[in-house]
């Protein structure tokens, strides 16, 4: 049943970020509201895709490549249609739409069935690790698209020339930019003390030098040198470029959490 409601939300997804690129070239509101609706259903098939997930596998689901790729996918489209009611960006949904499309395809892709949860992670930290971590990756997520519309824009506007897409104002993106960084930074400063805390009542070690955990710190360095900076003038073009490459960063420790660790470690 959940293969059949991702499979939907797939086309959904995909008829959505086409609806989005058509508005954003053509201006046509009927497509703006066709890409709504679309990204709005294939979220309510997905979030019933997730719940059934939970209720047949328990916390068990979180630990397997497709669900955490599911997971991430679902958080990111939530942030999206959340952010809607406050500021529409339509030129955002356009690349949210296609990393959604993207992610869903690979955790169907990589789906596994059922996985039991080992024994040591049976623990309350597991869903207080989980849950603020993946928030903060698809915040994350969320900034890098953010940071692509940046560069965009700018781009069009040293060339002096108006581009194809209708894009929001430098500042209008910068400050977007700044305030996903710092929720992001905030929750994924509790997702890192809440793993180590896990890592501690599961392996009794906080730190194991792993890959995961190394390149989360060190994409916990870089956001928080980029949220210091901000104060000294590091805005705009180098935030947007310091954005992408914490992103690029958490993107490589997600697959070594799944590809580069041995089974019932991938938490840490």
């Known amino acids: 049943m959940e293969l059949l409601l991702f499979a939907l939300s797939l086309g959904l997804y995909l008829t959505s970020a086409a609806a989005f690129v058509a508005h954003i070239t053509s201006g046509r509101v009927l497509a703006h509201r066709i890409a709504l609706v679309a990204l ?8 019933v895709a997730v719940v059934l997930r939970l209720h047949s596998v328990g916390l068990g689901a979180l630990g397997t490549f497709h669900d955490q790729l599911s997971l991430l996918a679902w958080l990111i489209v939530g942030l999206y249609l959340g952010l809607q009611w406050r ?35 049976d623990t309350a930290w597991l869903p207080a690790h989980v849950a603020p971590a993946f928030l903060g990756y698809a915040i994350f997520a969320l900034a890098s698209c953010v940071s692509l519309v940046y560069l965009l824009q700018e781009r069009q506007l040293k060339a002096k020339r108006r581009g194809r897409f209708r894009l929001p104002s430098l500042e209008t993106l910068d400050n977007l930019n700044y305030r996903c960084v710092a929720w992001g930074f905030a929750l994924f400063t509790i997702g890192i003390v809440t ?44 935030a947007a470029t310091l954005t992408l490459v914490g992103f690029a960063l958490l993107v490589v420790s997600l697959i070594s959490l799944n590809l580069g660790l041995p089974h019932g470690r991938s938490f840490g």
């Open 195 to 238: 793993g180590s805390l896990l890592a501690k009542a599961a392996w009794g070690t906080f730190w194991s030098w792993e890959p995961v955990q190394v390149l989360s710190v060190l994409a916990w360095l870089l956001y928080a040198v980029l949220l210091q900076a901000r104060s000294i003038g590091w805005r705009g073009r180098r």
């Open 87 to 121: 500021a529409p960006l339509a030129v955002l949904g356009a690349l949210v739409t296609p990393l959604a499309f993207l992610l869903t395809l690979s955790s169907y892709i990589v789906f596994s069935g059922a996985d039991r949860l080992p024994a040591e992670l």
């Open 40 to 47: 709005t259903a294939a979220f309510a098939l997905d979030t």
